[in-house]
C-alpha cells in the first residue's frame, strides 16, 4: 500500500498524488473547523462522526493535536454524474499535510464527502502520508432500503445506520414503512393503522430521521407498498376489499400465502379504498422532505392485468398531484413507462430455481412453480421501462440483496450461529458479491437513475443483525455505486482489511469473513 488513499472505501477515482515527504499521525483528539458560516453544520456533523475514533474538540473546549479544515474552493471539473441529481455537486478535493486535512469542495455537500474521506483516513490508519487527492461519483443515486415493516428499527438505529451510509457515501436511504407484517408510519388522518400497533415512527420521529439524514446530505425515501403487500393495512382496515382474483389463479393465489405470506391485493375500484389510500399518501407527501415517494406495486399477486394497470396508475397519480415524484418495483412497468418514472428493477426470472443462488431456501416445488408463474412477467419489465423512456434505479436481487447468507465455509467458528441463523438466500462469497457490474445488464448509462441495496428484515431479530447483513458488503455495493465498476479485488479486500476497525470502533457488528486479512482491529 502506497497511502491511506488505499485504505478509503469508495476508492477514490482519481489515484492521489504525492505532495511532500512526511506523514500525519491520527491517533488523539482532532480541531474541526469551517471556514465558512454555511459550513458550521456541516463541522457538526464531522465531529460527531470523529467521536469514536479519537473525537474531536468542541469549539471552545481546548486544544486539538491536529485539525480538519472544511472550506469552500475550486476542485477540477470532474465527468458529469450518471442518474437523477439529488443534490448539489459532490465533487472535493482532500489535502492531507503537516498541519492536518483540508476537505475542500464547490458545494457544502462535496465538502462533507471529502470529510467522510477523512474520517475513513483517520479511523482505518495510525499514519497517513502527506498527498492531494480530488474524486466525485459516477452514480448520483447511492442507495441502501432498510425494512422497518419486517423488522423495526427504532430511530437511534437508523441514526447509527444514516452515519455508516454517509461515511461510505450513500446518499439515499429507502424506507420499507408498510408490508404484510407491519405498518410502520403514524398516519394521523388514518389513525387505525397504527392504534395498539406498536412499534411505529410518530410524526415526530419521521420528521427527525429526515433531518438528521439531510445533515448527512441523505435523502429518504418512504415506501408505502400497495396494491400488494398490504396485509398489516387490511388488518387494521378489513372493510376495504380484495380486488378480482384472475380466473384460474384462485388455488395459486392461496398457496402463495399459505407458503410466503403473500396477501390479497386492494381493489382500487372500490371508492372507500381509492379514498383511504389517497389521504395516506397525500400525508406520506406533505411529510416528505425529499422528492421522491415509493408505492412499491410489486407482488400483487392474483390482481387482474386491468385492475393493476388502474391500481399502479392512481398511485403515481396521487403521488404526482402532491407534489412528489413516484419510484414503484420493476412490475409497475406494465402500466407503462414514461421519462419521469422511475423504477426498480430487482428479479429475473431465469434465476428462479432450486440451483441458483437467488432462490430462497426452503420453498416447497409446487410453490416454487406458482412463484415462477408470478414472475414469468418479469423477463420483460426491463425491456417495457426502457422503450418506455423511463430511467432505472438497479436493484438486482443476484447480487444486492443484502439478506443473503454468508457462506459457512468462510466464517469464523465465533459467528457460525449468526450465520447459520441470518439471510434468505443461499451464500455467495464477498468476492462473488464485490464483482457485480452494472454494466452487465445492458441499461444505457444515461438511463440509469442510480443503485441502491435492499436489506430485507425476515430473519432479523435486533440491531446487531441489521449491521451484520450489512457489513462488509455495503461497502463494496457502495463502492462500486460511487465509481461506475467493480474494484479489482485483491485492492478492494486490502482496503476492507482496515475497516473492521472502523465498524468496531463505532460498536457495529460484522462478518468477519476469511477472505479479508482483517489488520489493526
Known amino acids: 500500500m502506497s497511502d491511506a488513499s488505499n485504505f478509503v472505501i469508495p476508492a477514490p477515482t482519481a489515484r492521489a498524488a504525492a505532495i511532500q515527504a512526511g506523514v500525519l499521525a491520527t491517533e488523539g483528539s482532532w480541531d474541526v473547523r469551517a471556514d465558512a458560516a454555511e459550513l458550521e453544520p456541516v463541522a457538526a456533523v464531522v465531529r ?160 427527525e430521521i429526515q433531518a438528521y439524514a439531510a445533515a448527512r446530505f441523505v435523502t429518504v425515501i418512504p415506501e408505502i407498498d400497495l396494491p400488494g403487500h398490504c396485509g398489516a393495512l387490511r388488518e387494521a382496515l378489513p372493510h376495504l376489499p380484495a380486488a378480482p382474483v384472475a380466473e384460474g389463479d384462485a388455488a395459486k393465489l392461496e398457496l402463495l400465502r399459505s407458503v410466503l405470506q403473500f396477501s390479497a391485493p386492494l381493489d382500487f375500484s372500490d371508492p372507500a379504498t381509492d379514498d383511504t389510500v389517497a389521504r395516506i399518501l397525500a400525508y406520506v407527501c406533505a411529510a416528505t422532505t425529499g422528492p421522491f415517494v415509493h408505492v412499491g406495486a410489486d407482488e400483487a399477486a392474483g390482481m387482474t392485468h386491468e385492475s393493476y394497470v388502474a391500481a399502479v396508475r392512481r398511485l403515481r397519480d396521487i403521488v404526482r398531484a402532491s407534489g412528489k415524484r413516484p419510484v414503484a418495483w420493476q412490475e409497475s412497468s406494465r402500466a407503462g413507462s414514461g421519462p419521469d418514472d422511475v423504477t426498480q428493477h430487482w428479479f429475473d426470472p431465469t434465476t428462479l430455481n432450486r440451483d441458483d443462488s437467488t432462490t430462497v431456501s426452503g420453498i416447497p416445488e409446487e410453490a416454487l412453480e406458482a412463484l415462477a408463474a408470478l414472475f414469468a412477467p418479469t423477463a420483460d419489465d426491463l425491456g417495457r421501462i426502457l422503450d418506455g423512456g423511463g430511467r432505472v434505479v438497479l436493484s438486482n436481487q443476484s447480487h444486492l440483496y443484502l439478506d443473503r447468507r454468508y457462506g459457512p465455509d468462510t466464517a469464523p467458528p465465533r459467528q457460525a450461529d449468526a450465520v447459520a441463523r441470518l439471510g434468505l438466500y443461499p451464500p455467495r462469497s464477498l468476492e462473488d458479491m464485490a464483482a457485480w457490474d452494472p454494466a452487465d445488464y445492458g441499461v444505457p448509462q444515461d438511463r440509469i437513475a442510480g443503485i441502491e441495496a435492499p436489506l430485507w428484515g425476515e430473519s432479523i431479530t435486533g440491531f446487531d443483525d441489521v449491521a451484520f447483513l450489512l457489513l462488509p458488503r455495503i461497502a463494496s455495493i457502495a463502492g462500486t455505486a460511487w465509481s461506475g465498476r467493480p474494484a479489482a479485488w485483491q485492492d478492494h479486500r486490502e482496503r476492507l482489511a482496515r475497516h473492521g476497525r472502523l465498524w468496531s470502533a463505532r460498536g457495529l457488528m460484522y462478518f468477519a469473513s476469511t477472505e479479508i486479512p482483517w489488520t489493526g482491529n
Open 48 to 207: 460527531a462522526l470523529l467521536e469514536p475514533h479519537g473525537g474531536a474538540v468542541r469549539p471552545g473546549g481546548g486544544s486539538a493535536d491536529r485539525r480538519v479544515t472544511l472550506r469552500f474552493g475550486d476542485v477540477p471539473s470532474p465527468l458529469p454524474a450518471w442518474g437523477i441529481p439529488l443534490g448539489g455537486s459532490e465533487a472535493h478535493r482532500v489535502v492531507v499535510g503537516p498541519e492536518g486535512i483540508t476537505c475542500q469542495g464547490e458545494t457544502a455537500e462535496g465538502v462533507f464527502r471529502a470529510a467522510a474521506t477523512a474520517v475513513q483516513m483517520i479511523a482505518t490508519a495510525p499514519e497517513i502520508p502527506y498527498q492531494e487527492l480530488d474524486d466525485a461519483p459516477r452514480h448520483s443515486w447511492r442507495g441502501l432500503m432498510l425494512d422497518p415493516a419486517r423488522a423495526f428499527i427504532p430511530v437511534e438505529g437508523l441514526r447509527r445506520l444514516i452515519d455508516l451510509a454517509a461515511l461510505y457515501k450513500l446518499n439515499v436511504l429507502h424506507l420499507h414503512l408498510s408490508d404484510n407484517q407491519g405498518w410502520r408510519l403514524e398516519i394521523p388522518d388514518v389513525p387505525e393503522l397504527t392504534r395498539g400497533a406498536d412499534p411505529f415512527y410518530t410524526v415526530d420521529d419521521y420528521r
